[in-house]
């Protein structure tokens, strides 16, 4: 059975840090490329960043371009999301995904999902 466990999340003020964990387990991890997604009240779901499973690729929406950075330790089974220079905007629930293929920004490319960890960051 897939299992993605998302943390780190928190109430923050604008301008702190945050990194938000997601561990994997019931996959061959080199193997699959990650995503973080987030949904705010209201709205869609929308891709924060992608991580190839080879490290080499990675995408960022430009909302959180030089403020978020992704990253993978295969050793662990664990991708990160380190958000810098938070926002109120960016409060939502931040999801992480999987699947193999090839990142994408497409959520409905995405075969398995965490159950999200909540951002608050106020102003």
């Known amino acids: 059975e897939v299992q993605l466990v998302e943390s780190g999340g928190g109430l923050v003020q604008a301008g702190g840090s945050l990194r938000l964990s997601c561990a994997a387990s019931?996959?061959?991890?080199?193997?699959?490329?990650i995503g973080w997604f987030r949904q705010a009240p209201g709205k869609e779901r929308e891709i924060i960043s992608c991580?190839?499973?080879?490290?080499?690729?990675?995408y960022y929406a430009d909302s959180v371009k030089g403020r978020f950075t992704i990253s993978r330790d295969n050793a662990k089974n664990t991708v990160y999301l380190q958000m810098n220079s938070l926002k109120p905007e960016d409060t939502a629930v931040y999801f992480c995904?999987?699947?193999?293929?090839?990142?994408?920004?497409?959520?409905?490319?995405?075969?398995?999902w965490g159950q999200g960890t909540q951002v608050t960051v106020s102003s």
């Open positions: 991580i190839s499973s080879n490290h080499g690729t990675t």
């Open positions: 019931g996959i061959t991890f080199d193997d699959y490329d």
């Open positions: 995904t999987t699947r193999a293929g090839g990142p994408t920004r497409n959520l409905y490319d995405y075969a398995y």
